[in-house]
């Protein structure tokens, strides 16, 4: 396995639609390789979620994976288990939403606050080519909305509605984050 080069915003493979993955592909060695080497680059950066844009894939390919230490708000305590997502599909469930921070490990150094809606529906494939569905709320469904809107060429600060809460992270830390 292998670390591999997170693309930064700037970068055109950041803002294309990734093509759908044929099911023959997922059992491939290559495929496989490249869902253990996001899941390598994901935790050496730290993250809860990568998709396949993101390391220069052009693929509808995204990894999720929150425990509690990782959570947004002290409210949505809930865990997803770390997997891998191919050719997702999400509804939104109700019309509720919310604002909370956000960040992005394409747009290194920098936190936002974005609305997204407080609950979807996700349908996707994992590595096995099984069908998943969940219910996600909260912090897990802003996660898995943010991955998602990378395979649509869709980065964070596209959905702020003010770039006003755009911050680096030290001012983050210090002003905005909470305990």
């Known amino acids: 396995m292998s670390i591999l080069k997170v693309a930064r915003?700037?970068?055109?493979?950041?803002?294309?639609?990734?093509r759908r993955v044929e099911a023959s592909t997922i059992a491939t060695a290559e495929f496989q390789r490249l869902i253990d080497d996001m899941f390598e680059t994901m935790d050496a950066h730290d993250g809860i979620g990568l998709a396949a844009p993101q390391?220069?894939?052009?693929?509808?390919?995204?990894?999720?994976?929150?425990?509690?230490?990782?959570?947004?708000?002290?409210?949505?305590?809930?865990?997803?288990?770390?997997?891998?997502?191919?050719?997702?599909?999400?509804?939104?469930?109700?019309?509720?939403?919310?604002?909370?921070?956000?960040?992005?490990?394409?747009?290194?150094?920098?936190?936002?606050?974005?609305?997204?809606?407080?609950?979807?529906?996700?349908?996707?494939?994992?590595?096995?080519?099984?069908?998943?569905?969940?219910?996600?709320?909260g912090y897990p469904a802003r996660v898995v909305q943010h991955e998602a809107d990378h395979l649509d060429g869709v980065l964070f600060v596209d959905r702020m509605e003010s770039l006003g809460t755009l911050t680096f992270l030290e001012e983050y830390a210090k002003y905005w984050a909470r305990d």
């Open 55 to 137: 390391v220069h894939h052009g693929v509808r390919l995204m990894l999720v994976g929150i425990d509690e230490a990782r959570q947004g708000s002290a409210s949505d305590r809930a865990s997803v288990p770390v997997m891998a997502l191919i050719n997702p599909k999400i509804t939104t469930v109700g019309r509720e939403t919310g604002e909370d921070w956000e960040g992005c490990l394409s747009v290194p150094g920098l936190r936002g606050r974005v609305r997204r809606p407080n609950d979807v529906r996700l349908v996707a494939l994992d590595r096995n080519a099984s069908r998943v569905e969940m219910t996600l709320h």
């Open 9 to 18: 915003m700037g970068h055109p493979v950041l803002r294309e639609r990734a």
